[in-house]
């Protein structure tokens, strides 16, 4: 069974310009939950989706959006990006939404903004 | 709100060693709390979970306890080995209610285990 991935791996942007990032969950998974990673902030919860469906945002600026398609794939989008957006960008999808249930990460999208 | 708190890192240890990550956290009533690792340009893995306390999940040599009475999750290993170098990081999901299973992370701790 194929894991959760996203792409690009790696991205390079300058300030001001937008980025979208794709992640496509294992087969079957219904809910995408994205994160961020940097060295200060560790681990911040970004957004989650369910059936196409919004279900919890974190707390970041409205640059930061999302969708997910009715295959589950989900997109998040990055606008007028900032230095301080550099960071790892974490996809993770599950087979629900319960609490209990596993959360399967892909590699990430390494976001360098200059 | 809810919160994971890690002890300091990073640690280093000898192979073979024993090892003891401290996780405590702070939510109402009973979430489900997760180890994850990370390799070096990786995603996270899932290491272990509990979801109800006094429930031991374990995984590759890797244990921990649901304690509700310390509110802690640490994580233990007998015998570490050179494969174990990695950050790993503590995590809580709120009660199983469906209405919002985000994960929340402690700041992770780098562990690097010498030959």
């Known amino acids: 069974k194929a894991g959760v991935t996203q792409t690009p791996r790696y991205l390079i942007k300058t300030r001001g310009q937008q980025v979208t990032l794709s992640c496509s969950p294992i087969?079957?998974?219904?809910?995408v939950s994205w994160y961020q990673q940097t060295p200060g902030q560790g681990l911040q919860f970004l957004f989650e989706?369910?059936?196409?469906?919004?279900?919890n945002k974190g707390n970041f600026p409205g640059r930061f959006s999302g969708r997910q398609f009715s295959n589950s794939r989900s997109e998040m989008n990055v606008s007028t990006l900032e230095l301080g957006d550099s960071a790892l960008y974490l996809c993770?999808?599950?087979?629900?939404?319960?609490?209990?249930?596993?959360?399967?990460f892909g590699q990430g999208t390494r976001l360098t903004v200059v | 709100g809810n919160s994971v708190t890690q002890m300091e890192g990073p640690v280093t240890l000898s192979e073979e060693a024993f090892l003891t990550i401290n996780c405590t956290y702070t939510?109402?009533?009973?979430?489900?709390l997760f180890w994850y690792v990370q390799y070096p340009g990786e995603g996270l893995q899932l290491l272990l979970k509990a979801t109800k306390a006094d429930d031991k999940g374990s995984n590759k040599g890797f244990e921990a306890t649901y304690r509700k009475e310390t509110t802690s999750f640490h994580l233990e290993k007998g015998s570490v080995q050179v494969s174990d170098s990695a950050v790993y990081f503590c995590?809580?999901?709120?009660?199983?209610?469906?209405?919002?299973?985000?994960?929340?992370f402690g700041k992770g701790i780098t562990l690097s285990v010498r030959p």
């Open positions: 939510a109402t009533g009973y979430p489900s």
């Open positions: 989706y369910f059936s196409e469906t919004q279900r």
């Open positions: 087969s079957g998974h219904r809910s």
């Open positions: 995590a809580l999901s709120p009660q199983n209610t469906g209405a919002n299973s985000k994960l929340t």
């Open positions: 993770a999808s599950k087979l629900g939404v319960r609490g209990n249930t596993e959360a399967f």
